[in-house]
């Protein structure tokens, strides 16, 4: 469980990075907070899950 805090930081990064991407491109904030959520709230649980199956 060492990795959980690393994979939680890079995960906020890479969704609010991808939130920015998604705000510019459409220029809806809904759907800009709706990626955020999605990716840093996800990304974490899958990437632990594979972590925890020694797949990753």
């Given at each position: ?6 994979v939680t930081v ?47």
């Amino acid at each position: 469980m060492e990795f959980a805090p690393k994979v939680t930081v890079l995960a906020v990064i890479l969704a609010l990075v991808v939130a920015i991407i998604a705000d510019e491109a459409t220029h809806s904030v809904p759907l800009a907070m709706l990626v955020l959520l999605a990716v840093g709230f996800f990304l974490p649980l899958f990437v632990a899950g594979r972590l925890k199956r020694g797949g990753g």
